[in-house]
């Protein structure tokens, strides 16, 4: 499967974001979908993730509250939507489709697929 990770730019402190990951190539409902973000000079840390249903979803304790993610199977489409923005969540985000797992899980090791990423800035 490839993914199209996009809506990433600058917003200030504060604010809202939505950001879409897109997929093809194969049947999106197979995969748990995962959203993981790098900041500068750190490693690539979960932020939460969903079920092939959407039914179930989960959370770094980060982005709880403040984050939601969803999912459109019919447009093969996973939607990470970020409120209360602060500099903190400045980073690269990515996509990613775990193809095994029964649940979401937060491990990047269980993400076979990755989409290139797409850049947050908060300003403050």
């Known amino acids: 499967v490839q993914l199209q990770a996009s809506g990433g730019g600058l917003v200030q402190a504060g604010g809202s974001l939505i950001l879409s990951c897109v997929a093809s190539?194969?049947?999106?409902?197979?995969?748990?979908m995962g959203w993981f973000r790098q900041a500068p000079g750190t490693e690539r840390v979960f932020v939460g993730a969903?079920?092939?249903?959407?039914?179930?979803?989960s959370y770094a304790v980060s982005m709880k509250g403040r984050s939601t993610i969803s999912r459109d199977n019919a447009k093969n489409t996973v939607y990470l939507q970020m409120n209360s923005l602060n500099a903190e969540d400045t980073a690269v985000y990515y996509c990613?489709?775990?193809?095994?797992?029964?649940?979401?899980?937060?491990?990047?090791?269980?993400?076979?697929?990755w989409g290139q990423g797409t850049l947050v800035t908060v300003s403050s």
């Open positions: 990613a489709a775990d193809p095994r797992s029964i649940e979401p899980r937060p491990y990047l090791s269980d993400y076979r697929y």
């Open positions: 969903i079920s092939r249903s959407g039914t179930s979803t």
């Open positions: 190539g194969s049947t999106f409902s197979n995969y748990n």
